[in-house]
């Protein structure tokens, strides 16, 4: 308490960029490279600094961000976002006294490894699109939530594709059909069963390659087989395949958040009085609009889940 009001405050440093590279020769794979965007944000008792003029239990945001340079620096073996973010947490936890909670979060800009001549490049990159994230907290006690994610997934289908049987009243125009065009950009948030320090794997568990497989089980279900695909009577039902294959296929993961956006491609119809139908739509000429769009998200938990 402070006085008569209750505060709760937290401070941090957000956009902390870093990129490091682990220089591995060319005969083990060649250079590893990373880019993340750092954020920390500290649960720390200095209300002295809110109520009065008194900064001396305040850990600066300007040592918050030297800290993530000095740690990616330490990091000399290759680690994944989630462990530096664990890395972070625990140091800022248990260095200083006032500090009860950290929560870092970690978005990577997704540099790919480019391939020339079909071989895989020892040390060049290029721009991929869809981006992994993770949100960790780590609290004094050795405490734990890590929650990862990809956002930016864009993914779309030309044909197995529908919508039928919803609700038809006074505002309904949308014609069913069982042949359209579905896009989304999937958001994915979920979370891994460590809740305590000493339970993290060391090795071979490992986050990077799980947000791999994670995002082949998402893509595969949206697709289905390569030849004939697979029908989808809505975004929802889709969504809601994805989820329980994820949960099916990852034991260890007790939820998952998905937000799918229906990105819409209307079908084109040109007519004018001298032109009558100047463009007739055949499943052929769309126009491509994300605005308005519809908005499509769900979270699956295991029933049996503590959560
Ligand atoms: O898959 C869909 N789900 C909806 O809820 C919806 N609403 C809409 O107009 N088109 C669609 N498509």
Same mark, same amino acid.
């Given at each position: ?5 209750? !505060? ?13 590279? %682990? ?26 600094? #809110? ?6 239990? &305040?850990?600066?945001?300007?040592? &918050? ?26 140091? *800022? ?17 997704? %540099? ?14 290029? /721009? ?15 405490? /734990? !939530? &890590? ?42 948030? %979920? ?31 949206? *697709? ?13 039902? +889709? ?8 949960? +099916?296929?990852?034991?260890? @993961?007790?939820? &998952? ?8 491609? !209307? ?18 000429? #769309? ?8 908005? @499509? ?11």
């Amino acid at each position: 308490m402070a006085g008569r009001f209750d !505060l709760q405050g937290r401070h941090g440093k957000s956009r902390v960029r870093v990129s490091r590279v %682990w220089r591995r020769p060319a005969a083990d794979g060649g250079h590893l490279f990373v880019e993340w965007s750092v954020a920390v944000s500290l649960v720390s008792d200095c209300l002295p600094s #809110y109520t009065s003029h008194d900064n001396s239990a &305040i850990v600066a945001t300007d040592s &918050i961000k030297n800290t993530v340079y000095v740690k990616a620096k330490e990091c000399t073996e290759v680690v994944s976002m989630e462990e530096f973010a664990v890395i972070l947490g625990r140091h *800022f936890t248990s260095l200083y006294p006032q500090v009860s909670e950290a929560t870092v979060t970690i978005v990577e800009r997704p %540099w790919e490894r480019v391939v020339v001549d079909g071989k895989p490049h020892s040390h060049g990159f290029k /721009l991929g699109s869809e981006k992994h994230s993770t949100e960790v907290t780590v609290k004094k006690s050795g405490g /734990l !939530l &890590i929650n990862s994610g990809i956002q930016g997934y864009s993914l779309l289908k030309t044909t197995q594709s529908g919508f039928e049987g919803f609700v038809r009243d006074r505002y309904t125009l949308l014609p069913e059909t069982r042949e359209r065009i579905v896009a989304t950009e999937v958001t994915a948030w %979920w979370r891994y069963p460590f809740e305590h320090v000493s339970q993290l794997p060391s090795k071979p568990f490992c986050f990077t390659q799980r947000y791999q497989d994670l995002k082949k089980v998402l893509a595969d279900t949206f *697709f289905g087989p390569p030849d004939v695909g697979v029908y989808s009577p809505s975004v929802q039902n +889709t969504l809601y395949l994805m989820g329980r294959e994820v949960l +099916t296929r990852f034991p260890d @993961i007790a939820s &998952i958040q998905l937000r799918m956006p229906n990105l819409h491609f !209307l079908p084109v119809n040109l007519s004018g009085k001298e032109n009558p139908g100047l463009v007739k739509f055949a499943d052929d000429v #769309y126009m491509p609009t994300d605005e308005p769009h519809g908005t @499509i998200e769900a979270t699956l938990t295991r029933a049996n889940s503590k959560l």
